[in-house]
């Protein structure tokens, strides 16, 4: 496994348009602790593949050659929260977030869907989370026909439990946003908060499902196939 070593967005995007090549779909897993800056650096790494893209399409349409770039995505695992209502049925509300809380055999049915998309050519509808009301947003991403790299984020992509352990073997790769836990602390605070907790019950809520949560994660961080430190930016 690569040591992790700071490397910027170009940097990345290079690694992942290098690795993806010519495949028609290329299915990158970006996992991490809660508050490493996930769904950011997706968002950021994603952007800057695609302004390749964009400056590759306007190069070959000056040499008038036929533009053959495509594009990327995100698809995020927090879109598979099971509903508040079902955790609550299940007494897993006060542990929204951990493994259990995830209806992670959906999840992975998703990523199979995504990856044969890839060469039948059809449109796959995703969930989203919306962090205003705390519930999965359905049908909010669309993994179009010319998504030729999805980049996949979330927790638990690494867990070598059922069923998180079938994600290997659908992604291409799987990096480990590396991050010390110690600055996760104060984004995770802020987040909560954020949603409507005041101090105590957000450090109630971090203490209780968050740390346990990192803690299980780092565990499983000796499977990725890189671990990246990204540039700093406003983590999410």
């Not at 104060?186 to 209780?208: V, Y």
Request: net charge neutral; with cysteine; hydrophobic share 40%.
């Amino acid at each position: 496994m690569p040591s992790a070593e700071p490397q910027s967005f170009a940097q990345l995007a290079q690694i992942v348009r290098s690795k993806a090549g010519t495949a028609k779909r290329y299915m990158l897993g970006m996992a991490g602790y809660p508050g490493a800056g996930k769904s950011t650096t997706a968002a950021a790494l994603v952007a800057e593949i695609n302004k390749c893209l964009e400056e590759g399409e306007e190069q070959s349409v000056a040499a008038g050659v036929k533009d053959t770039a495509q594009a990327a995505i995100v698809v995020p695992m927090d879109g598979f929260h099971r509903y508040n209502a079902a955790l609550k049925n299940l007494d897993l509300l006060p542990l929204k977030g951990v493994p259990a809380s995830f209806d992670g055999d959906a999840f992975i049915a998703l990523l199979r869907r995504i990856k044969s998309a890839g060469t039948t050519g059809d449109t796959v509808t995703c969930p989203s989370f919306d962090r205003a009301v705390e519930e999965p947003a359905p049908d909010t991403i669309a993994v179009l026909p010319q998504h030729s790299i999805i980049v996949v984020e979330g927790n638990y992509l690494l867990l070598d439990s059922p069923p998180w352990n079938e994600i290997p073997k659908i992604l291409d790769e799987i990096w480990f946003i590396d991050c010390p836990l110690a600055e996760i602390e104060p984004r995770l605070l802020a987040r909560h908060i954020a949603g409507g907790r005041d101090q105590a019950g957000a450090r109630a809520k971090m203490e209780s499902t968050d740390l346990p949560n990192a803690r299980l994660v780092d565990a499983s961080r000796r499977r990725a196939n890189r671990i990246v430190v990204p540039p700093p930016l406003q983590t999410k």
